[in-house]
């Protein structure tokens, strides 16, 4: 772990005799005020450790230490300032959560101490986000593989839903797309409680019986719970849960924007299951979308026609590489569905179709989109 403390005070004599102090026990890095130190942060962070004074030109160390705050919430925050009265230490401690307040001149010892507390203080939270972070790729992971195996058709779908948001989140110019990543990839996880006979039905555009339809629609519900015993994953599971076709909901306005781009996508990915072709797709979806949502709208058309950097191949097996994607379902000689389209080759997916063609007469040559750079 790379540790860095950061040192930021007006006084230049200060910041060198302090730089000369601690520089063989830490890396420190100094800046003559809150401006310097903002940059230095934003461009050499993360810092374990930032000291700042209280009293600066243009911007006191309360303020400086709360976007410190916004901009590396792990980033532990102290005062050092010879103004030490009761007002400005309340004020530190509680606006800008500071962890240590300390008066100049502060003896060595104290210093050290206080570093040594705060650096042992950033471990501990940096390695409790790193735990939580592994538990929560590492739930995902097992819920997805899950749904690979119950129904690859629901797993091939939130796949092919994840790309569509991402290049329409990139297309959007959005930041942050992380909750809308997994929003898409777990889109479907409520199938697992469906029928297949039913899934099949639907993703076929064949009518549902109301009944049929009723157990469809408590998908979204089924996935909302599943993902409320994950923890941070509240916002996606909101987005997942109000997936059913926005345009019903009385509270429409309401909707969380990651619930709009959602529905748009799962829409489009329904005409495309249907073959209908992008031109037609679009046109059919123009009226209520572009009325409610015109520049939504107006960015996924934009992605839906520009190149996507994909040509479409017929590639014998032997050929086929990870990163190439299915454009046709696959199945087994009793006709179960192996693989189904939209899906992306991976290595394991690779290695199962692989093994797969020792025992069953799988097709000599595969439908599929053959990224460019690979051409």
């Not at 705060?118 to 749904?147: F, M, N, P, S, W």
């Not at 297309?171 to 409520?190: D, H, P, Y």
């Not at 032997?318 to 009793?334: A, P, T």
């Not at 179960?336 to 991976?346: F, R, Y």
Request: net charge negative.
């Amino acid at each position: 772990m790379n540790i860095k403390i950061l040192i930021v005070d007006d006084d230049t004599n200060l910041l060198d005799s302090m730089r000369r102090g601690l520089c063989r026990r830490y890396n420190i890095v100094v800046a003559g005020g809150p401006d310097e130190a903002l940059k230095t942060v934003k461009e050499q962070g993360p810092f374990a450790v930032v000291i700042s004074d209280l009293r600066m030109p243009g911007m006191d160390g309360v303020r400086f230490l709360e976007k410190v705050r916004d901009m590396e919430p792990t980033t532990v925050r102290m005062m050092l300032t010879g103004h030490g009265d009761l007002d400005a230490a309340m004020a530190a401690v509680n606006e800008g959560s500071v962890f240590r307040f300390m008066t100049k001149p502060c003896p060595a010892e104290i210093l050290i101490r206080a570093l040594d507390a705060g650096i042992a203080q950033y471990k501990l939270v940096t390695a409790e986000k790193e735990l939580l972070r592994g538990t929560l790729r590492g739930c995902i992971k097992v819920l997805v593989d899950i749904l690979n195996l119950v129904s690859p058709e629901a797993f091939s779908r939130g796949e092919r839903v994840k790309r569509l948001l991402m290049a329409l989140s990139k297309r959007l110019g959005l930041t942050n797309t992380l909750k809308l990543e997994l929003a898409g990839m777990l889109s479907q996880i409520g199938m697992v409680a469906v029928p297949q006979d039913i899934i099949f039905k639907r993703f076929r555009g064949e009518q549902l019986t109301p009944e049929e339809a009723q157990i469809y629609r408590m998908h979204a519900t089924v996935a909302t719970t599943l993902l409320s015993q994950i923890p941070r994953m509240n916002d996606v599971g909101e987005i997942i849960g109000n997936q059913l076709d926005c345009f019903t909901n009385p509270e429409i306005a309401r909707l969380p924007e990651g619930a709009v781009y959602l529905n748009l996508c799962l829409e489009y990915d329904d005409l495309d299951l249907l073959g209908v072709d992008k031109e037609a797709a679009i046109e059919s979806m123009r009226g209520k979308w572009a009325a409610n949502f015109p520049l939504v709208f107006k960015g996924f058309e934009e992605m839906v026609f520009s190149d996507d950097g994909f040509v479409p191949r017929l590639v014998p097996f032997k050929e086929v590489r990870v990163g190439m994607i299915l454009r046709q379902d696959i199945f087994d000689d009793s006709n179960l569905l192996i693989m189904a389209k939209g899906q992306e080759i991976t290595e394991i997916a690779l290695l199962r179709i692989s093994k797969m063609r020792e025992s069953f007469k799988l097709p000599d040559k595969m439908n599929v989109l053959v990224p460019l750079q690979a051409i």
